[in-house]
T-cell receptor, first 110, second 112 residues
């Protein structure tokens, strides 16, 4: 079992929809949780960062971490065609390497 | 602040050759990590350097090596290239205050 599991999609939604992206993880020591967005032929861009459990909101993006169920979520409100990208979840336990999910490819159709 | 820079952006090599990739982290960041990204395996950790010392190492063969210089710039080397080494190689610079990593644009290596 991989330490971070993520449904690869692809996921296709109409413009304006609410998008829910999810990951599960198995390592109880993970304390730091990130979401990266990667456009084609580019490096991953840090989107959201959360420490331990809880919610974090930044504009149209909300990240949620539930450590009791080892579940990580990213919600995108009012999705735009420019949100079309691959979204990667990642975790680590502090001074340890990032462990990534395989990424979910999202397409937002105008 | 300038972001993470990687050179070259694209490389084409043949089997058996060796290659050196370079990474300059964000100014003030002393930790640099390297990752390999392929469609099949996703992003996999290669190694991390902090203040010129290797701090963590992933599960890759010894053909993959790296180093870090006193100005925090880092290089990774792959010797005796194999077809399976074709990938996007990403460098990440770590902000030790927030423990977050910022990635460069990557070097796309093609091995023929």
């Amino acid at each position: 079992q991989k330490e971070v599991e993520q449904d690869p999609g692809p996921l296709s939604v109409p413009e304006g929809a609410i998008v829910s992206l999810n990951c599960t993880y198995s390592n109880s020591a993970f304390q730091y949780f990130m979401w990266y967005r990667q456009y084609s032929r580019k490096g991953p861009e840090l989107l959201m960062y959360t420490y331990s459990s809880g919610n974090k909101e930044d504009g149209r993006f909300t990240a949620q971490v539930d450590k009791s169920s080892k579940y990580i979520s990213l919600f995108i409100r009012d999705s735009q065609p420019s949100d079309s990208a691959t979204y990667l979840c990642a975790s680590h336990s502090g001074n340890t390497p990032l462990v990534f999910g395989k990424g979910t490819r999202l397409s937002v159709i105008a | 602040k300038a972001g993470v820079t990687q050179t070259p952006r694209y490389l084409i090599k043949t089997r058996g050759q060796q290659v050196t990739l370079s990474c300059s982290p964000i100014s003030g960041h002393r930790s640099v990590s390297w990752y390999q990204q392929t469609p099949g395996q996703g992003l996999q950790f290669l190694f991390e350097y902090f203040s010129e010392t290797q701090r963590n190492k992933g599960n890759f063969p010894g053909r993959f090596s790296g180093r870090q210089f006193s100005n925090s710039r880092s290089e990774m080397n792959v010797s005796t290239l194999e077809l399976g080494d074709s990938a996007l190689y990403l460098c990440a610079s770590r902000d030790t205050l927030t423990d977050t990593q910022y990635f460069g644009p990557g070097t796309r290596l093609t091995v023929l």
